[in-house]
């Protein structure tokens, strides 16, 4: 089994200065409607087939918004249009055949709680099945099946006032949709007896938990910002969690003086086949423009019972495995800038790493997602005035042709 894994660097405000290899966006996307819209995330799923989220080609925040759901049989050429949709948040695309999104119901969520559904598809997107109305405390981010039976939607803090807008969230289905729990900190639970069980407090000092990874029905994961690697485990399905008993932090010591400035970010976590769990980390200062400096990979074989910790040769942005063996991460230059991107490439999970493509422009890139051992994708959704794009990899990295797409 694959992993995917996308880590945003923390306090990363400015843009970089492209290199030599700078890769231009790749010919936005056309519409049959009269607005220009283009690819807002993608996820391949072999060289051919794929799924994706398409908006607007440029606009402020409605790019953080994908209104339709695209798939392509083509290798990324051409998209078609499976489901189209007002507040398309997030969505989980599992294989070539089934996915789950996550919609919002705009005219009956506030700043505060929102109104969601899932739409689900086990045909490919030729239908869709919709759950019954979630409502959610904050902003809805992430939602993750593992089955048609186990599903999550996570939701994190709002700007909003009232009540629970300031509240992390795990939603949790067992009958795919029909019925979910609430999990809360217990900070956040206030005597509610419709609560169920216990999310891990945030760090005193550092930032919200961050989006759980489920393995199985029963088996997750989630980290969080922190003077110290924040992980935590679930055994029972979300109900209930606790820390991890990591290794220390791999390699030389980190040169931020003091050592108390120290922070420690666990981004998004996956796994790349039964039983075994990536944890990609990154710890030093963040410094305006700058990212965390270091950064590591923890890998436990046997659900967490033990941990093995690897350091990476640059601080990571983005990582993708297709099994345990073979891995691409795209990392920062020196001193955590943003101007020098390079991927690196390993074939021995994690232990080496060797540069395959340095100085291209993956600034803004989503998603790593490589299908096989040559073949891979980058993307990137619209920042700006710039549209979004898509380039592929047929030589395992070391050289990207973007992609003309085209969303009907």
Same mark, same amino acid.
């Given at each position: 089994?694959?992993?995917?894994?996308?880590?945003?660097?923390?306090?990363?405000?400015?843009?970089?200065?492209?290199?030599?290899?700078?890769?231009?966006?790749?010919?936005?996307?056309?519409?049959?409607?009269?607005?220009?819209?283009?690819?807002?995330?993608?996820?391949?799923?072999?060289?051919?087939?794929?799924?994706?989220?398409?908006?607007?080609? !440029? &606009? =402020? +925040?409605?790019? *953080?918004?994908? #209104?339709?759901?695209? %798939?392509?049989? $083509? /290798? @990324?050429?051409?998209?078609?249009?499976?489901?189209?949709?007002?507040?398309?948040?997030?969505?989980?695309?599992?294989?070539?055949?089934?996915?789950?999104?996550?919609?919002?119901?705009?005219?009956?969520?506030?700043?505060?709680?929102?109104?969601?559904?899932?739409?689900?598809?086990?045909?490919?997107?030729?239908?869709?099945?919709?759950?019954?109305?979630?409502?959610?405390?904050?902003?809805?981010?992430?939602?993750?099946?593992?089955?048609?039976?186990?599903?999550?939607?996570?939701?994190?803090?709002? !700007? &909003? =006032? +009232?009540?629970? *807008?300031?509240? #992390?969230?795990?939603? %949790?289905?067992? $009958? /795919? @949709?029909?019925?979910?729990?609430?999990?809360?900190?217990?900070?956040?639970?206030?005597?509610?007896?419709?609560?169920?069980?216990?999310?891990?407090?945030?760090?005193?000092?550092?930032?919200?938990?961050?989006?759980?990874?489920?393995?199985?029905?029963?088996?997750?994961?989630?980290?969080?910002?922190?003077?110290?690697?924040?992980?935590?485990?679930?055994?029972?399905?979300?109900?209930?969690?606790?820390?991890?008993?990591?290794?220390?932090?791999?390699?030389?010591?980190?040169?931020?003086?003091?050592? !108390?400035?120290?922070?420690?970010?666990?981004?998004?976590?996956?796994?790349?086949?039964?039983?075994?769990?990536?944890?990609?980390?990154?710890?030093?200062?963040?410094?305006?423009?700058?990212?965390?400096?270091?950064?590591?990979?923890?890998?436990?074989?046997?659900?967490?019972?033990?941990?093995?910790?690897?350091?990476?040769?640059?601080?990571?942005?983005?990582?993708?495995?297709?099994?345990?063996?073979?891995?691409?991460?795209?990392?920062?230059?020196?001193?955590?800038?943003?101007?020098?991107?390079?991927?690196?490439?390993?074939?021995?999970?994690?232990?080496?790493?060797?540069?395959?493509?340095?100085?291209?422009?993956?600034?803004?890139?989503?998603?790593?997602?490589?299908?096989?051992?040559?073949?891979?994708?980058?993307?990137?959704?619209?920042?700006?005035?710039?549209?979004?794009?898509?380039?592929?990899?047929?030589?395992?990295?070391?050289?990207?042709?973007?992609?003309?797409?085209?969303?009907?």
């Amino acid at each position: 089994m694959r992993i995917g894994a996308f880590l945003m660097l923390l306090a990363v405000t400015s843009c970089a200065t492209p290199g030599s290899g700078t890769m231009h966006p790749s010919t936005p996307a056309r519409s049959s409607g009269a607005a220009t819209i283009s690819l807002v995330s993608v996820r391949m799923v072999s060289r051919l087939v794929g799924w994706g989220l398409a908006g607007p080609s !440029a &606009g =402020g +925040a409605a790019l *953080a918004i994908g #209104t339709t759901v695209v %798939r392509t049989a $083509d /290798g @990324g050429r051409h998209w078609a249009t499976v489901l189209r949709a007002d507040g398309v948040v997030t969505a989980d695309f599992h294989d070539s055949a089934r996915a789950w999104v996550l919609l919002v119901i705009g005219s009956e969520s506030t700043a505060s709680r929102e109104s969601v559904v899932v739409a689900s598809t086990a045909d490919a997107g030729a239908t869709w099945q919709r759950t019954a109305r979630l409502g959610v405390d904050g902003v809805a981010t992430r939602i993750q099946f593992v089955d048609t039976s186990h599903g999550w939607v996570f939701a994190q803090p709002s !700007a &909003g =006032g +009232a009540v629970g *807008a300031q509240d #992390t969230t795990l939603y %949790r289905t067992v $009958d /795919g @949709g029909q019925r979910w729990q609430a999990v809360k900190p217990a900070s956040q639970v206030r005597q509610n007896p419709d609560i169920r069980g216990t999310l891990p407090e945030a760090c005193a000092g550092g930032g919200p938990i961050s989006e759980p990874v489920f393995l199985d029905a029963q088996t997750g994961w989630l980290g969080g910002f922190c003077d110290r690697v924040f992980l935590y485990a679930t055994r029972d399905g979300g109900l209930s969690w606790a820390p991890q008993n990591l290794p220390a932090f791999p390699g030389p010591a980190s040169t931020v003086s003091p050592a !108390a400035y120290l922070q420690y970010g666990v981004g998004f976590l996956s796994h790349p086949s039964t039983n075994e769990f990536v944890a990609f980390v990154h710890r030093g200062i963040t410094t305006g423009a700058n990212g965390l400096q270091d950064s590591a990979m923890y890998k436990s074989r046997d659900l967490g019972a033990s941990w093995n910790a690897v350091r990476l040769p640059a601080a990571l942005l983005a990582a993708d495995f297709i099994d345990s063996e073979h891995g691409w991460m795209i990392g920062l230059g020196p001193d955590g800038e943003l101007g020098h991107l390079s991927l690196y490439a390993t074939v021995d999970d994690g232990q080496s790493w060797r540069l395959r493509s340095g100085q291209v422009d993956y600034l803004f890139t989503r998603e790593l997602n490589f299908v096989d051992e040559t073949t891979g994708f980058i993307s990137s959704g619209p920042v700006k005035d710039k549209p979004g794009f898509l380039a592929r990899t047929t030589d395992s990295g070391a050289t990207w042709q973007p992609l003309s797409t085209t969303i009907n």
